[in-house]
C-alpha cells in the first residue's frame, strides 16, 4: 500500500478484515483455501527440499528483517514521538482509554518513561 494508507491504518488503529487486506494487497489471496492449499502442496512437492530451503533463506534475507530489528526501529520511532511536548499532552487523555490512569501507573507497567 501506500504512504497515505500506510499512515491512515497506523493512525487510526484500524481492524482490517479479509476482503479489504485482500484488495489494498497486503495477503495475496483471501477466498477459500481447500483447493488452492492442495494445488500449491502439490507443486511444491516436486521440488527438492534443498531447493526449498535455499529459496526461502534467500527471500528471508531480503524481505524479512529479524524480530530484534523490528522491535527495536518500533521503539525507537515511538520514544522519538512521546517525548514531544505535543505527545506529554496527549498521553493525559490517552492513559485512561489504555488503561493507565497517572505516570506513575505507565511506568509501572511498561517500565519506561
Known amino acids: 500500500i501506500g504512504r497515505g ?32 492449499v492442495q494445488t500449491l502442496t502439490a507443486c511444491i512437492a516436486l521440488f527438492r ?21 523490528l522491535i527495536r526501529k518500533s521503539q525507537d520511532v515511538f520514544d522519538a514521538l512521546v517525548g514531544t511536548p505535543a505527545a506529554q499532552c496527549r498521553k ?4 485512561p482509554i489504555r488503561g493507565y490512569e497517572t505516570l506513575q501507573t505507565y511506568r509501572r507497567v511498561t517500565g519506561r518513561l
Open 49 to 69: 527440499p534443498a531447493g526449498i530451503a535455499t529459496a526461502k533463506r534467500e527471500v528471508n534475507v531480503v524481505g524479512r528483517p529479524s524480530k530484534e530489528l
Open 92 to 95: 493525559r487523555a490517552f492513559w
Open 5 to 36: 494508507r500506510a499512515l491512515e491504518y497506523v493512525h487510526s488503529a484500524q481492524d482490517i478484515d479479509s476482503a479489504m487486506a485482500e484488495r489494498i494487497r497486503w495477503i495475496n489471496h483471501a477466498s477459500a483455501l481447500t483447493d488452492y
